[in-house]
């Protein structure tokens, strides 16, 4: 069956060091991926979009990888800051379009501490 | 970006009773909307796809007679919990999408979140 895990749980950095979180999918062949930050209580916020064909993106300290033969996509965040203390979400659009559901991992609670 | 709104944020009411949830899509038509449960520390998981004018289509496991879902236009969704009772307490989030061209990205709402007592 398809499935989409994130590395850890919970990620505890330190302040001003680069988080990497790990999202990796089975039985998946998207053909693009999503990251989306949510906040306690909070609906998720999206982040950043990254297609088949792209390696790497960017947006601002962020930067997100795909690797479609490892079917793994890394996100980066550099120079953590603690306001970036969040659960951040890796989705796949099972059917590719924005007209499908979107399938989540249960996602990385990142603690930036000062 | 686009913006969708949730309303109530949060609701508590009594075993037995209806609770109706809105997902907006504040500034674009949405001709799909889906309706996600996050129970504490899980993901999000689909409940079902709401297309603008036709029914619902339910995930399995979902019922649909007591999730009522409503897409009467292309700026609102409802979702209704019918004889509410304490495991459905949860945290409900819609999403939008406009469907068009290029447009991979589902917008979510806030939340709701329901507790029933």
């Known amino acids: 069956s398809q499935k989409i895990e994130q590395n850890s749980e919970a990620l505890n950095i330190q302040e001003g060091k680069t988080a990497t979180l790990t999202c990796n999918y089975t039985n998946y062949s998207p053909a693009y991926l999503q990251w989306y930050r949510q906040d306690p209580g909070r609906g998720p916020v999206f982040l950043l979009l990254?297609?088949?064909?792209?390696k790497e993106k960017r947006k601002e300290r962020l930067k997100v990888t795909f690797d479609t033969t490892l079917k793994q996509s890394l996100f980066h965040i550099t120079a953590s800051q603690p306001a970036d203390s969040a659960t951040y979400l890796c989705a796949l659009d099972i059917g590719n379009s924005g007209n499908t559901p979107l399938v989540f991992g249960k996602g990385t609670r990142l603690s930036v501490i000062a | 970006g686009a913006v969708v709104s949730q309303h109530p944020s949060r609701v508590i009411c009594k075993s037995g009773t209806s609770v109706k949830i809105e997902c907006r899509s504040l500034d674009f038509q949405a001709t799909t909307m889906f309706w996600y449960r996050q129970f504490p520390k899980k993901s999000l998981m689909l409940m079902a796809t709401?297309?603008?004018?036709?029914?619902?289509?339910?995930e399995q496991g979902v019922e649909k007679d007591k999730f009522l879902i409503n897409h009467a236009s292309l700026t609102l969704s409802t979702l209704t919990v019918t004889s509410a009772h304490p495991e459905d307490s949860s945290f409900y989030i819609c999403s939008a999408s406009s469907g068009g061209a290029g447009s991979d990205t589902q917008y979510f709402g806030p939340g709701t979140r329901l507790t029933v007592l």
């Open positions: 990254i297609r088949e064909n792209e």
């Open positions: 709401s297309n603008e004018g036709s029914k619902a289509t339910y």
